[in-house]
């Protein structure tokens, strides 16, 4: 099992925008990977992305991807236009991603991050359903081209305030299973387990015994750097881990600086670490937290 930090991490801080600074901190920590969000990559050339590569791998980090297109590529939406051009995202996502020697891209990539319903009951509800289907069905579009890549999809199981197609690991399964590809799978993550699921340890059990398990995130229930101290009950989560010989990765997603990029979308209104803020301590807490992770299987 592997430990990996994700680049938003970082945001807030003097480096947030810097990718050679961030993975040279990041490499610091001792994680594993570096998870990435495409706006770092994707308008790159070829030979910058693969340059990007070989200096994370210099210090000693392989590269993950995280994050998707806005609402103009959706997957799922009412558009036509949308969908198409979330078919071509994906395209182009999946050459970048092979020029990163990327095993997993995840996120909200089947439709989009924040995505709500226009109106109430029942037009919710029908809108719910257009989306699925629109969704399978340019998932099974895609699925004709994902062998000829060596990379795992994880669509990201978020909570309800953040998307409304798939909000449990059960709701994955099931969008999962119906796109008919074996690579189409799911990242978890317990921030929102916390919100959606009776018990994460059953909702990671599920998404492993259908062979749709790919990712997962961690973090504290308040999004901090997983460190066993709130009231995520870790110890299930490292023997169900345990229990179903999980192999994969395992990304801190820690959104704790009140300042970050996307503070006012993931509705971060204060820090969430010890001021003043310094890099070197968020190494420390970021090496810790691996630390942590790293003892749940044993």
Same mark, same amino acid.
């Given at each position: ?9 970082w945001?807030? =801080?003097d480096?947030?925008?810097? @990718?050679?600074? @961030? ?10 990977? &570096?998870?990435?969000?495409?706006r ?10 693969? %340059? ?21 590529? %959706? ?13 071509? /995202?994906?395209?182009?996502? #999946?050459?970048?991603?092979?020029d ?13 991050? &924040? ?13 719910? !359903? ?11 579009? #895609? ?5 000829d ?12 305030y ?5 909000? =449990?690991? !059960?709701? *994955? ?8 590809n %074996?690579k189409? !799978?799911l &990242? ?6 916390? @919100? +959606? ?5 059953d ?9 749709? #398990?790919?990712? #997962? ?11 066993g *101290?709130?009231?995520i009950?870790w110890?299930?989560? *490292? ?6 010989d ?8 820690? /959104?704790?600086l009140?300042?970050a ?5 993931t509705? =971060?209104?204060?820090?969430?670490? +010890?001021?003043?803020i310094?890099?070197e ?10 630390? /942590?992770?790293? *003892?749940?299987?044993?």
């Amino acid at each position: 099992m592997k430990i990996g930090l994700h680049m938003g991490y970082w945001w807030g =801080t003097d480096i947030g925008s810097d @990718i050679k600074a @961030i993975i040279a901190y990041t490499a610091q920590t001792g994680v594993d990977y &570096l998870e990435i969000n495409p706006r770092y990559f994707l308008h790159a050339t070829s030979q910058e992305r693969k %340059d990007m590569r070989s200096y994370a791998q210099d210090l000693g980090l392989g590269i993950l991807i995280n994050g998707g297109a806005g609402e103009e590529a %959706d997957l799922a939406s009412d558009s036509l236009a949308s969908r198409k051009a979330g078919v071509a /995202f994906w395209h182009k996502m #999946l050459k970048a991603a092979q020029d990163l020697a990327a095993p997993v891209w995840s996120g909200v990539i089947y439709s989009t991050w &924040l995505r709500h319903p226009v109106g109430p009951y029942p037009q919710s509800a029908e809108e719910r !359903q257009r989306a699925r289907e629109y969704c399978i069905a340019s998932l099974r579009e #895609l699925g004709h081209i994902l062998d000829d890549y060596d990379i795992v999809i994880g669509l990201e199981v978020v909570n309800r305030y953040e998307q409304f197609l798939i909000n =449990t690991a !059960q709701e *994955g399964v099931c969008i999962a299973e119906a796109a008919g590809n %074996d690579k189409i !799978q799911l &990242l978890l993550d317990t921030f929102h387990m916390n @919100i +959606e699921e009776d018990n994460m340890a059953d909702a990671i059990r599920y998404a492993a015994d259908h062979h749709r #398990l790919a990712h #997962l995130h961690a973090g504290e229930s308040n999004r901090r750097v997983p460190c066993g *101290g709130g009231n995520i009950h870790w110890q299930e989560i *490292g023997a169900v881990l345990k229990a179903i010989d999980y192999n994969g990765a395992i990304v801190m997603e820690p /959104f704790v600086l009140k300042n970050a990029d996307n503070a006012h979308r993931t509705c =971060t209104w204060r820090n969430l670490m +010890e001021e003043p803020i310094r890099c070197e301590h968020m190494v420390e807490m970021a090496r810790n937290g691996a630390t /942590f992770l790293r *003892g749940l299987k044993q």
